[in-house]
């Protein structure tokens, strides 16, 4: 489990997650992308998802 970073609440994280991968928060309902695995960071994923800026 890891803690989202807009609300603190625990998200279910898969043993086999990879980063880049997509998940919601099941409790504020956030989108959520993984951004490192060592140690387990996880963001806010863009809304649209090939808008990056860069
Ligand atoms: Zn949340």
């Known amino acids: ?27 504020c309902g956030t989108e959520l992308e993984v951004l490192n695995l060592k140690p387990v960071t996880l963001g806010e994923a863009p809304e649209t998802e090939e808008d990056w800026g860069q």
Do not use: K, Q, Y
């Not at 807009?6 to 928060?25: K, P, R």
């Open 1 to 27: 489990m890891v803690e989202c970073p807009i609300c603190g609440a625990e998200v279910e994280f898969g043993a086999h997650t990879v980063v880049g991968e997509l998940m919601e928060c099941g409790d």
